[in-house]
């Protein structure tokens, strides 16, 4: 028991383990996405700006715009021919669409991508190592020489239209220089056209201001926030406490689990030990509890079993007794016999008990096999209506004082029905030879079908059964105490074959009152078609 469950504790742990290796690797991948993203974001702006600035350009002037922008952001900047680059189908598209590539060229370094010219295939591209304070002022500067193209009313409308359409992933605002949250120094500075570096509102972020010149709006970018990864040493402490405590709760409901299954494993020991009233604790529905109703099942069959074989040894040796005492005397008899007339009596005799003996063994060795577990059976469509003619026409010669007949209200349906020709043969000769025991003077045996099953009814006009023993009859070696006895034949297991018989037809055995008769009514009843 203990092995199993630190098995199930370790496979746990390991898979607990092996989870948290792969939300580590999974936060390492979810943060280079989002430095890529973050990086693309804050150059979108910028660069797109400036590819559109190249394209109406000729080459001269192009030369001499990328000459000033370097000397502003402090990184080279290249015009390049797009199949030089080398890149994939995917980034082509995504230049091809106006969008701005930032892609690792090294470990610390990234390199831009934006798209001049589409017919000349150039390609604007520079090597960045981070987002410094020159490609802000570059950026700043590149927005107000926008603006100025337009009158000063018209300013913000445009600034917000040129933040849509080159993507910029910051915000960008225009504010009248007296109403910026700037101290007096600031505010000096940007008079005279030099960009103020400050931090955000929280104290989290940095903000850029410029002044537009000849104009009173002032240009803000920012807040930019920097990126920041999540941190691996709280992503460990992290999981290991998700990993404690989802071991725990694993742990308690397993726990429950395990005393279930001690449980029922102590119900198994001591059942093996003898004690066969032993039964395991079936609670729930689920699995385990549906282990324990199956166990407590197979130990009411043991018990059962058990009880029965008892019951058939003291039984049987109960039995025996008289036929093997009759012999006994017969032999004796047989040694002082004065004449052949006393000799073969004693021998008819001596042969009557054998043969008494021979009836009682197969008896208990068809009971045996039907009680002990499922019998070779064979089923098959069998002809009740004729199995019932042979039944009767076999047992008619011991019925001389008594009616005998069949009945069939089957209407011909019984011809065919699924059931072991043998063993129906067995049961129906039980209950007729039965009713022809206790019957006053007639025996009639009844077949139908309906609802899809057939049913046999033997009656008979004698004493019948009291309700209080209809159930105790079907016992095996039980006796009445009234007209059925001894006397009457038979060894009390006739009926607890029928019943064994019909339980493996999955049917039923039953008895009740006759009421044409008067007398018992047997009944057996079982499905027409078997399911294979």
Request: charged letters at 25%; one cysteine or more; glycine letters at 6%.
């Amino acid at each position: 028991m203990n092995s199993i469950f630190l098995r199930i504790y370790g496979g746990m742990l390991l898979v607990l383990v092996a989870v948290s290796l792969l939300a580590l690797v999974s936060i390492r991948m979810i943060n280079d996405v989002r430095a890529e993203d973050y990086r693309e974001r804050m150059a979108t702006g910028t660069f797109r700006l400036m590819a559109d600035n190249l394209e109406p350009m000729d080459e001269a002037e192009r030369q001499k715009a990328l000459a000033v922008w370097m000397r502003l952001i402090g990184v080279p900047l290249e015009l390049r021919q797009l199949d030089d680059l080398g890149l994939e189908s995917s980034s082509w598209s995504r230049l091809i669409q106006g969008r701005v590539l930032v892609l690792s060229s090294a470990p610390s370094e990234v390199r831009v991508y934006s798209l001049v010219d589409l017919s000349q295939q150039q390609v604007l591209t520079a090597d960045i190592e981070k987002i410094s304070e020159q490609l802000g002022r570059a950026t700043l500067f590149l927005i107000a020489d926008e603006l100025v193209r337009h009158p000063e009313s018209d300013m913000p409308t445009w600034l917000q239209r040129l933040r849509r359409d080159k993507g910029f992933g910051f915000p960008l605002n225009l504010t009248r220089l007296n109403e910026t949250d700037l101290d007096a120094d600031q505010r000096r500075r940007l008079d005279e056209f030099d960009t103020v570096l400050s931090l955000g509102p929280d104290g989290n972020a940095v903000m850029m201001y410029m002044k537009i010149p000849d104009t009173n709006w002032v240009v803000s970018l920012g807040p930019i926030y920097q990126m920041q990864e999540y941190p691996p040493e709280m992503l460990l402490m992290t999981g290991l406490l998700a990993l404690s405590l989802s071991g725990l709760l694993i742990y308690l409901l397993v726990r429950q689990l395990e005393q279930r299954l001690m449980n029922l494993e102590s119900a198994a020991t001591h059942l093996a030990r003898g004690n066969l009233d032993a039964r395991a604790e079936a609670i729930g529905s689920d699995s385990v509890g549906s282990l324990a109703r199956a166990f407590n099942d197979m130990a009411g069959h043991l018990q059962r079993m058990m009880r029965i074989q008892q019951e058939m040894i003291r039984a049987v040796s109960h039995e025996l007794r008289t036929p093997v005492a009759r012999l006994r005397f017969g032999l004796e008899m047989v040694e002082t016999a004065s004449s052949e007339a006393d000799l073969k009596r004693y021998l008819d005799s001596m042969d009557g008990d054998l043969t008494e003996l021979d009836k009682l063994v197969d008896e208990i060795l068809t009971y045996a096999r039907l009680e002990q577990g499922a019998p070779a059976l064979v089923l098959q469509p069998v002809d009740v209506l004729a199995t019932v003619e042979q039944v009767v026409t076999e047992l008619l010669p011991l019925a001389a004082s008594v009616q005998l007949k069949h009945e069939d209200l089957s209407h011909g349906r019984a011809h065919v029905v699924d059931a072991e020709e043998r063993y129906l043969h067995r049961a129906l000769t039980n209950l007729v030879s039965n009713a022809l025991r206790h019957a006053a003077s007639r025996v009639k045996v009844t077949t139908r079908v309906a609802n899809g099953r057939c049913r046999l009814t033997v009656e008979d006009d004698g004493p019948g059964i009291p309700e209080a023993y209809r159930e105790r009859i079907f016992t095996p070696f039980l006796r009445l105490d009234d007209s059925r006895t001894r006397a009457s034949g038979g060894y009390g297991l006739g009926l607890s074959i029928v019943r064994r018989i019909a339980y493996w037809h999955r049917g039923y055995a039953r008895v009740e009152s006759s009421k044409e008769l008067g007398g018992a009514a047997f009944i057996i009843d079982w499905p027409l078609r078997q399911a294979s």
